[in-house]
């Protein structure tokens, strides 16, 4: 079991500036892949950006070159630093871990942590 908790959300303006943490309860050494998911109201989960134990990095096409993602493993934490945010990156942002097991993966969830840009 993996227990994850998210931190940073808030209300900003839009043009400013936001860095959410994710911490897990043991060593992301042994997480394959780390990621952050977004969910506006009345939309599906999507995914905004994911980092693998080796550091490959993956994002959404509408965060690329505004957010980034990098992980801490001394503290075993992620974070999403997140710029030039726009009304549309409001969301609940949701940390994910996925760990393989063998042929199987199981995947934990963050409670979430609300991010709201401001017009």
């Known amino acids: 079991q993996v227990q994850l908790v998210e931190s940073g959300g808030g209300l900003v303006q839009a043009g400013g500036s936001l860095r959410l943490s994710c911490a897990a309860s043991?060593?992301?050494?042994?997480?394959?892949?780390m990621g952050w998911y977004r969910q506006a109201p009345g939309n599906q989960r999507d995914l905004v950006a994911t980092i693998t134990s080796g550091g490959d990095t993956i994002y959404a096409d509408s965060v690329k070159g505004r957010f980034t993602i990098s992980r801490d493993n001394a503290k075993n934490t992620v974070y999403l630093q997140m710029n030039s945010l726009k009304p549309e990156d409001t969301a609940v942002y949701y940390c994910?871990?996925?760990?393989?097991?063998?042929?199987?993966?199981?995947?934990?969830w963050g409670q979430g942590t609300r991010v709201t840009v401001s017009s």
């Open positions: 994910n871990a996925a760990l393989r097991y063998g042929s199987s993966w199981s995947n934990y």
């Open positions: 043991i060593s992301i050494f042994s997480i394959n892949t």
